[in-house]
Every structure is written in structure tokens, then in C-alpha cells.
């Protein structure tokens, strides 16, 4: 009995072997094969929560700008970058979370068992937001990597000349705007921004090309002047209803980022700054209410950028900005009408006038604010205000209405505030620096990628915060 028990056993063993126990290596909460969908979904969220957020360790730009002042902490507004690893965590969820996930949507896409319509508008699309997220990494750092980035084979990669990278991502935005479909499907819920609508997507993509070209309109007026043109004649934004923009639900984890920061944390680390609070009464801005709240006093008053400012002294950030469910707006009409001002002054073929542009720019911020036609035109008529008779060249016009319009879009004000040069900012009490014209490289590049980083400091001029970028000129 005991040699049949001893047979036995290894028989046992061996049938125990035969079974495929390497499913116990698989995750089930971390799949390795995800549907491109979600790898889309989640890029748009992390890019959304990115460009939105207060937090002074990813987003400082409000205070760069002077729409927001701190209270207590004052590094951030004086331009103290360094501390927190502002430049770092800036850069790393736009190339870790979004730009990684939508390259791996994108590549995944073909593989799926779609109509050949949808497979061309869900490749189109995701590369059209990879082109948006890029736009804000080459506008705040220069030359950056792009043909060896996104790739873990390679963990240093090189960093390519802005301008290059610039002219690529046009000619990738030609090609999504070719491909899309109107007719055929796309991502459908999946898609938080326009819920797959490839004729909303293209409108965007046309509206991202005339900002692109605009941008670069002191830098080369001639690729400036084609590719306003061409995005013109092809369709931008022509209501607020256009508008790009992110829904943050009421409840976590998908609330505002901004609500997280000030209302769930309980923290009471913003006030208003008394730069656009002081241009804002002195112009009789009707959304100035939309804006902020009341001060102590009943009115409205803003701290000194980079001075110590009592919170209940000052106007906070409206409440209704401070909500869960407050949207992040990614690119509106208003910014678009803008740039066609613009484009008239400069002399490129876009049709209306500056004036009708420029009108059409600050009604279409006023009434999104929840202000009125009325409140628009009265506020228009005052030759403060008023085209023809506001002091200054264009660019002061648009300018410093621009900056008004942009506000909770601190990183789009600061682009445009570097490429216009209106408003005149004054650097912040005791700042650490002039007001930065760019971020420097994170400390990890500089630390681990050395020979790329420094080749890639020398070609822009010095890795600091004074360097103006490119198509940065005047």
C-alpha cells in the first residue's frame, strides 16, 4: 500500500503541472490590454485637470498673469519655480498621461473591429488633441523632445529645435482635418469634450490651426498668413456654442480641480490680484461679478502681486468657479474672434473688419460669463473700450481685452500676454526674477538626460526663465 501511495504522488504532481498557472501573474485591477477608448478618456482628463488646475505645484500661470495673488505662501508669486518642481510636474503629466495614453489610443485604434469611418475619425481626433497637448509643451519649455519621445526603449532621448516641431505638428493637423469624417461614428461618450461629433472636432482642429499660425505671426508672417488662410476658409468657431470644453462632474473622483484645491481641501489660499481687479473697475467690466466675489468692504480689491494679502480683506474667486462641476474650457470663440482682429490688423485675408472682430471677442466672453447684449454693447461704447478710440496700437487693444477674456485660463494668458505684450505686468513685490518668458527643463531632464539637456539649453539662448522662445520677438 505504501509503494502504490508513493506512484501515486508523482502522478498527482505531474497533472498539477499541466495546468496554465500563469494566469496568476494577471492583474485584473491592472489590465495589460486596455481599449483605446479609455486610454483616450483618460489622456483628455489628465490634459483637462493639467491646464485647469490651482495647484501651485503643477499650475502657478493665474499668478504669473496677476489675476489670482497668494495669501500666505508667496514663492509661487514671485516666480520661485524651483522649490516645488513646478517646471517637473508641469511637464510630466502632459508627456506621461496624456501625450503617452493618446499615442497608445492611436496606435491601438487600427487593431479594433470598427467601420473603416470610425477607425480614420478616432485616429484623426486623437492626433488633433495630441497636436493640442504638444502646442502647450513647446510654447512654455522651447526645444523639447519629439521623434524620440514616448519611446521606454529609449530613456534619453533627444530634444528637437521648437520650430521644427512646430511645422511638424501643422502638417499633422492638415492631415487629421483631411481625415475626418462628418458621416462616419467616433468615440461616442468616450469622448468628453464634443461626445464624438467629428464635425464639432473639425471646427476645433481648424480653430487650433488659426492659433498656431497666430502665434507664430512676428516669428514668420508668411506660415502665419497660409495658415490663418487655409483654417478660415476651412471652418473655426463661429458661436460660443463651439466652445471646447471639459465637463468635471459634481462628484469625485471627476470634480473641477479647482474646487478640489480650494473648497474639498479647505484651504483659503487665493485671493484676487489687484492688476485685474484695478483694470476691470477702471474699465466698468461688466463680468467683474462673474469673476470674483465682493471684498470684506462689500466691493471689489485685490492684493499686491507677490505681497502678503489678507484673505478676508480681498475678492476671492467666484463661487461659481470654485464649483465641482465647473467646465474646463479648453479653446472658445471668443479667443478665436480675437485672432481674426488680429489677423485683419496684420493684413491677412480672414474677411469682416478689426473692429467687428474684436466686438464680436468681448460679447462672446461677457454673455459665456453669464452677462447680457445689453451689458456687451454699453461696455463697448465707452472710448475706453471702444475700438476706435482705446488708447494704443492694436496689440494694446486686444491685448489687454484678451487678457480679460482669458482669465481661469492662466496658461493661454500667458502665451498670449508673451506674444502681444499687453498688459504692461510689473514684476511681483521681491520676485526672484523678471516675469518668466519660460519655464525651465525639469531637474530630472538635467540630472539624468545631461548631454541632450545641455545641448538643448546652449541652442535656445540658456536654460532659464528670462530665454525668449522662438516666436516670442518683441
Not at 494704443?392 to 508673451?418: P, S
Not at 530630472?444 to 539649453?457: K, L, P, R, S
Request: glycine share 6%.
Amino acid at each position: 500500500m505504501k509503494k502504490l501511495f508513493i506512484y501515486i504522488i508523482p502522478v498527482i504532481l505531474l497533472a498539477a503541472c499541466t495546468k496554465d498557472i500563469t494566469k496568476l501573474n494577471n492583474d485584473p485591477k491592472n489590465p495589460t490590454n486596455v481599449p483605446p477608448a479609455t486610454l483616450f478618456t483618460n489622456a483628455q482628463r489628465s490634459l483637462a485637470r493639467t491646464l485647469v488646475s490651482s495647484n501651485v505645484n503643477v499650475n502657478i500661470f493665474r499668478l504669473i498673469v496677476q489675476y489670482w495673488q497668494e495669501v500666505t505662501y508667496l514663492d509661487e508669486s514671485r516666480y520661485d519655480l524651483n522649490t516645488r518642481s513646478i517646471p517637473q510636474n508641469f511637464w510630466t503629466p502632459l508627456y506621461r498621461d496624456a501625450l503617452k495614453d493618446f499615442s497608445e489610443a492611436r496606435k491601438l485604434i487600427p487593431s479594433q473591429s470598427l467601420d473603416a469611418g470610425q477607425k480614420a475619425n478616432e485616429v484623426a481626433i486623437t492626433d488633433i488633441m495630441e497636436v493640442y497637448t504638444w502646442y502647450y509643451i513647446v510654447t512654455t519649455y522651447g526645444n523639447v523632445p519629439y521623434t524620440e519621445a514616448l519611446n521606454i526603449e529609449n530613456v534619453f532621448p533627444k530634444y528637437d529645435d521648437a520650430a521644427t516641431i512646430y511645422n511638424a505638428l501643422l502638417t499633422r493637423l492638415d492631415a487629421d482635418i483631411a481625415a475626418l469624417n462628418p458621416s462616419a461614428e467616433s468615440f461616442g461618450s468616450a469622448d468628453i469634450i464634443y461626445g464624438g461629433d467629428p464635425a464639432a472636432w473639425k471646427k476645433f482642429a481648424n480653430s487650433l490651426k488659426l492659433k498656431m499660425g497666430m502665434t507664430i505671426a512676428d516669428a514668420d508672417a508668411a506660415k502665419a498668413k497660409t495658415t490663418v488662410e487655409s483654417a478660415v476658409a476651412s471652418g473655426v468657431f463661429t458661436s460660443n456654442a463651439d466652445n471646447a470644453e471639459f465637463s468635471f462632474l459634481s462628484a469625485p473622483p471627476n470634480t473641477n480641480p479647482i474646487w478640489e484645491d480650494l473648497v474639498q481641501s479647505g484651504r483659503k489660499d487665493f485671493v484676487a490680484a489687484s492688476t485685474i481687479i484695478d483694470t476691470m473697475k477702471f474699465l466698468n467690466d461688466p463680468r467683474i461679478d462673474n469673476y470674483f466675489t465682493v471684498d470684506g468692504s462689500g466691493g471689489y480689491s485685490g492684493g499686491g502681486p507677490g505681497r502678503s494679502s489678507n484673505y478676508g480683506t480681498y475678492s476671492k474667486p467666484a463661487t461659481a468657479i470654485t464649483a465641482p462641476n465647473f467646465p474646463g474650457l479648453l479653446l472658445d470663440y471668443s479667443e478665436v474672434e480675437f485672432f481674426l482682429a488680429e489677423a485683419v490688423e496684420r493684413g491677412f485675408n480672414v474677411g469682416g473688419t478689426a473692429m467687428t472682430h474684436y466686438n464680436n471677442a468681448v460679447t462672446a466672453s461677457i454673455l459665456y460669463w453669464g452677462g447680457t447684449t445689453t451689458e456687451a454693447t454699453t461696455y463697448l461704447a465707452q472710448p475706453s473700450v471702444n475700438y476706435l478710440t482705446a488708447p494704443g496700437t492694436y496689440k494694446q487693444k486686444i491685448g489687454i481685452q484678451k487678457w480679460i477674456a482669458l482669465y481661469n485660463r492662466g496658461v493661454d494668458a500667458w502665451i498670449e500676454w508673451r506674444r502681444l505684450d499687453f498688459p504692461r505686468l510689473q514684476p511681483a513685490f521681491r520676485a526672484v526674477s523678471a516675469i518668466p518668458k519660460r519655464f525651465t527643463y525639469p531637474i530630472i531632464e538635467q540630472n539624468y538626460n545631461t548631454a541632450n539637456y545641455n545641448q538643448a539649453a546652449a541652442a535656445i539662448g540658456g536654460d532659464v526663465v528670462t530665454t525668449k522662445l522662438w516666436w516670442d520677438k518683441f
